[in-house]
């Protein structure tokens, strides 16, 4: 008993000079082994840490100071118990706490035991990876998504032979996808999805065996997916979509047995789905959607799939029914079949057999509505449905799958898509869909009010009723519980909207389209509430106000806004803001705006400001800052007065430019040869003196040149078909141009519209117009070619310039807009050429109209002008052209005006098909000329007009004789028909003595029968 106490005091006096020893400093051991973080490592990652920007706050651990020494205890870093070496370096970013800058990887060379570095979801700014990042070769998992690198990708990475996870998505990276990752035989992820990568999928892929999961999606990848992707068979997941595949689907992706995700939608391959995919028992996944070109039938062998939950077959060329029968893909959730137009329906009850299905989607596809089977069964999905997409499928207001649907008292349905059919009569209620969040029900033939239970639908984001005939007015009721409410497009209804200047909007919209309803006549004052706005498009409202000026600053936020077609007044005040979407598009023609265009409006992408009392352009032009962003600006048909300023090269990126029909005068300043960006040029109907500055040769991209009615003077310029060979219209019409055509025009291969008429041009036209290559194509749209300019430009594409040219059509001025997609044209009328009309001109197939009047041209009309079978216009008149007038001339069916008048023809008027509907007007003035067209008689001829005189007045005897005749049976018929039913029909005696009359004969008649009848039995008895 005595040791053992001993004892226990023995133990306790050791751990009280141990406990002593520590407090004094004396256990240096202890103290060493804790701090474990390698010099070397610690300064490198204190180097790499000064070139980021850490607002965040994300590296506020990584210090340099004798608390902070151990930087295995630094946030985002592990380090190796046994050796203190970092191994993991994990500085992904979530937003708000990201780094940013530009970062400088190189200083983390020391990290040579780093197995996994994650630098995913930062922005680096464009950084490159850089090439020694391949001398980290004991690196398993490298993650640099999401981050802004940029530069093309390393092909250093191949030397990574650990490596097991890649992941370089949503970066700004470009190039080709480097071979040498064919020797990362270790890698099991590969993600390349979402940069600029070009190029072919490199063959050496198919080397990388233990491949699981290989993403290449949203690229410019392109030619055929190699066939040793096929040899990866333990890929499980492979998305190749949104790139520029072509080629066919390869048989042998039925090897890929393991595969769970196969995408390979938006892409240009074609031919038909291999009934091999089939064979992919484990797939999950399948998305074949947007390849075009793929057709044929959905393969019998998908039924196969038992494992399938997601099917989108979309935006293909199937055709043949659909093959699936029930107990067919049993676990399916979402089912896309849009835009496949000959698909036939075969078994409905398949459908009503996918309990789990909870999204439908069956765009396009026409012959549903006329199935009234398939609709009953859509309308039982409903219980289950989250989405249901019917747009385009020829549903009318008697479609069951409308009616069934809203019968349904516990709908969970959130989306439901309705658009582009023939649904007509009011909205039914649609209070049961208390889920619902997307409500689209545009281009219908919906009448009625808005009905006020769409209010009572309080988890509505997104409501679309454009395009339809809604009418009445919208109050401040309607939308009092829809504070979810992100998106409303009433556009092109007859509705009021009637708010009240104090009211305040439940909802803060994104997206707002109200064109074509009445807002007006003051400005929405409760817009200023509206602080989300991206898209707003209230043209054509019926607005007669000033703009408030609170209203310009919302500009800030917009990427959309159209407010044309109002008569909106006032100024744009020349705010201190600045525009920062790179697509910002505005749209404020046809109003009465004036004054001049702020500065700060040169930062947007599109500016129509057409149709206003816009005044000046000197701010807007000459300011301080440079246009980095704005591609077109429209100015016509304002008050602009004076020269142009001389400072075009501030906005350099312009694109389309149109100043035409205001009061510019004196040169074309030099400086607009700096916009090398330029495709469209209009400055038409102005005062422009002196000739075209020779610096408009560098905007060679230029597509349409249409400097007409002004005062330019000097020769046509040769530049004009040397250099812009792009061009498709070239109006140069009403100047004082002289000298000849140049013979350069004739390198003008694409061009469409040439005029150059009511000049001072002379001598010959160039035989070389042959080459124009594009009007010997014949046009495909034939029909009517003068139209109006749409109202809205309510799209949200950043290309909201219609082109247009004032051309004469059929004797008049007309206006065309986008007129390279309809009309090609060659006008050299009113001026003073001279020579013959070149026979090369029959090359021309595809010329709609051809004008040479009012010059002095001489010799005959060609016959290879029969050629022409497009024309509809040909205009010869007052020249002094001789000889006849060629029978090929009646081939031309489509000719609707020809004036061949005042020339020196001679000879008989071909009789004819097309020449025979023209009167004697198209002819006059050549005083050798005969025919039946002019009733002039040819030589050797019968006098025109006496037979066929005389027969016509005997026809028209016999004319006056049948019709007589005709006339009396008419009145006959009527006098008899209603003299003898009109009291029975009108006269309630007669009608009931005419009905016992009947009876009557009825009863005699039967009477009679029966006693014949007898009389012939007895008869052959007897």
């Given at each position: 008993m005595g040791g053992y106490f001993v004892k226990i005091l023995f133990a306790l006096l050791v751990c009280f000079l141990h406990t002593e020893i520590s407090i004094l400093g004396l256990n240096s051991t202890s103290e060493i082994s804790r701090v474990k973080c390698i010099e070397s490592e610690r300064q490198a990652l204190l180097n790499f840490k000064r070139g980021l920007v850490n607002d965040s706050g994300m590296l506020s651990t990584w210090r340099d100071?004798?608390?902070?020494?151990?930087?295995?205890?630094?946030?985002?870093l592990q380090c190796n118990n046994e050796t203190g070496h970092v191994y993991m370096l994990d500085l992904h970013g979530h937003y708000p706490q990201r780094l940013s800058g530009l970062i400088n990887i190189s200083s983390l060379i020391d990290l040579q035991n780093i197995e996994y570095l994650n630098l995913s979801n930062n922005d680096f700014e464009g950084s490159y990876i850089p090439k020694f990042m391949g001398s980290f070769t004991n690196l398993k998992y490298l993650d640099l998504s999401w981050s802004r690198f940029g530069g093309r990708i390393p092909y250093e990475l191949g030397n990574l032979s650990k490596l097991e996870y890649l992941d370089l998505k949503w970066n700004s990276l470009d190039g080709a996808i480097p071979s040498q990752l064919g020797k990362l035989t270790s890698l099991q992820h590969l993600d390349l999805s979402l940069n600029s990568l070009s190029g072919e999928i490199p063959s050496e892929v198919g080397v990388l065996t233990s491949l699981q999961h290989l993403d290449l999606s949203g690229n410019y990848l392109r030619g055929e997916i190699p066939s040793e992707v096929e040899k990866l068979t333990s890929l499980r997941h492979l998305d190749l979509s949104f790139n520029s595949f072509r080629g066919e689907i390869h048989s042998e992706v039925g090897m890929l047995t393991s595969l769970q995700h196969l995408d390979l939608r938006g892409n240009s391959l074609l031919g038909e789905i291999p009934s091999e995919v089939g064979k992919l028992t484990a797939l999950r996944y399948l998305d074949l959607s947007y390849n075009v070109a793929i057709h044929g039938e959905i393969p019998y062998h998908f039924k196969n799939l038992s494992q399938l939950q997601y099917l989108c077959l979309g935006g293909l060329n199937l055709s043949g029914p659909i093959p699936f029968r029930v107990g067919n893909l049993p676990i399916l959730h979402t089912l896309r079949l849009e835009g496949n137009f000959d698909l036939k329906i075969n078994d409905a009850q398949w459908l009503s057999s996918l309990s789990f299905l909870t999204t439908l989607g069956l765009t396009s596809l026409h012959n549903l509505g006329s199935s009234r089977y398939w609709q009953q069964m859509i309308g039982e999905l409903i219980t289950n449905l989250r989405e249901l997409s019917l747009v385009d499928c020829n549903l009318t207001d008697e479609s069951?799958?409308?009616?069934?649907?809203?019968?349904?008292?516990?709908?969970?349905?959130?989306?439901?898509?309705?658009?582009?059919?023939?649904?007509?009569?009011?909205?039914?209620?649609?209070?049961?869909?208390?889920?619902?969040?997307?409500?689209?029900?545009?281009?219908?033939?919906?009448?009625?009010?808005?009905p006020k239970s769409i209010g009572l639908l309080h988890e509505l984001e997104s409501l679309h009723l454009q395009d339809n005939y809604f009418e009445g007015d919208i109050n401040e009721w309607h939308p009092t519980n829809l504070s979810k409410l992100e998106e409303l497009d009433l556009t092109d209804n007859s509705l009021s909207l009637k708010f009240g200047t104090t009211w305040v909007p439940p909802f803060q919209l994104y997206n707002l389209g109200l064109a074509s309803c009445k807002l007006g006549p003051s400005f929405p004052s409760w817009l200023q509430n509206q602080s989300h706005l991206v898209f707003l498009d209230i043209s054509d409202a019926g607005i007669d106000d000033f703009v408030p000026d609170w209203f310009w600053n919302k500009l800030q936020s917009m990427s959309l806004m159209n407010m044309s077609y109002n008569s909106l007044k006032g100024t744009i005040p020349n705010l201190p803001i600045k525009l920062t979407d790179d697509n910002k598009l505005i749209v404020l023609n046809s109003n009465q705006l004036e004054g001049e265009i702020p500065a700060f409006l040169s930062h947007a992408y599109a500016l129509d400001f057409s149709n206003n009392k816009i005044s000046g352009l000197n701010t807007f032009?000459?300011?301080?800052?440079?246009?980095?962003?704005?591609?077109?600006?429209?100015?016509?048909?304002?008050?602009?007065?004076?020269?142009?300023?001389?400072?075009?090269?501030?906005?350099?990126?312009?694109?389309?430019?149109?100043?035409?029909?205001?009061?510019?005068?004196g040169k074309i300043p030099q400086s607009m040869g700096t916009?090398?960006?330029?495709?469209?040029?209009?400055?038409?109907?102005?005062?422009?003196?002196?000739?075209?500055?020779?610096?408009?040769?560098?905007?060679?991209?230029?597509?349409?040149?249409?400097?007409?009615?002004?005062?330019?003077?000097?020769?046509?310029?040769?530049?004009?078909?040397?250099?812009?060979q792009q061009l498709q219209i070239l109006s140069l019409r009403v100047n004082h141009f002289n000298g000849s055509v140049p013979v350069h025009l004739c390198y003008l291969r694409q061009i469409h519209i040439l005029d150059l008429s009511r000049n001072n041009l002379s001598k010959g036209i160039p035989t070389c117009l042959r080459n124009f290559t594009a009007m010997m194509e014949s046009r495909v749209i034939t029909s009517q070619i003068v139209r109006g300019r749409r109202i809205s430009s309510r799209s949200i594409s950043p290309l909201i310039y219609d082109s247009n040219v004032l051309l004469m059509w059929k004797g008049q001025d007309h206006m065309y807009w986008n007129p390279e997609n309809l009309l090609k044209s060659i006008d050299l009328s009113s001026n003073h050429l001279t020579g013959e009309v070149p026979k090369e001109l029959g090359y021309l197939l595809g010329l709609v109209s051809l004008n040479l009047s009012r010059n002095n041209l001489h010799g005959q009309i060609p016959s290879e002008i029969g050629n022409l079978n497009s024309l509809e216009f040909l205009d010869l008149s007052r020249n002094h052209i001789s000889g006849k007038i060629p029978s090929t001339l009646s081939k031309i069916d489509r000719l609707a005006v020809l004036d061949l008048s005042n020339n020196d023809l001679n000879g008989r008027i071909p009789w004819g098909r097309q020449l025979q509907t023209f009167d004697g007007s198209s002819f006059e003035g050549n005083t050798n000329l005969c025919g039946q067209q002019l009733n002039k008689s040819c030589p050797g001829d019968k006098p025109i007009g006496t037979p066929e005189g005389e027969a016509v007045a005997g026809e028209d005897e016999d004319s006056i004789f049948y019709g007589a005749l005709y006339m009396s049976l008419g009145l006959g018929f009527f006098a008899g028909f209603w003299g003898l039913l009109g009291p029975i029909l009108l006269w309630q005696p007669w009608r009931i003595a005419y009905l016992k009359f009947l009876n009557r004969l009825t009863d005699y008649i039967l009477l009679m029968v029966e006693v014949n009848m007898a009389k012939c039995h007895m008869w052959f008895k007897g």
């Open positions: 100071d004798e608390n902070n020494r151990d930087c295995c205890k630094w946030k985002g069951v799958v409308l009616s069934a649907s809203l019968q349904n008292s516990s709908s969970p349905l959130v989306t439901l898509n309705l658009n582009d059919n023939s649904l007509e009569g009011p909205i039914p209620n649609l209070s049961n869909f208390t889920s619902l969040r997307t409500l689209h029900l545009s281009n219908n033939r919906l009448t009625g009010e808005i032009l000459c300011g301080k800052r440079a246009s980095t962003n704005l591609h077109t600006l429209d100015l016509s048909s304002n008050r602009i007065m004076g020269q142009l300023p001389n400072c075009w090269e501030h906005l350099n990126t312009l694109e389309f430019l149109d100043l035409s029909n205001n009061k510019l005068s916009l090398v960006n330029l495709e469209a040029l209009v400055l038409r109907h102005n005062n422009f003196i002196g000739d075209l500055p020779f610096t408009l040769k560098n905007c060679t991209r230029l597509d349409i040149l249409d400097l007409s009615e002004n005062l330019l003077s000097g020769p046509i310029p040769s530049w004009i078909g040397q250099s812009l």
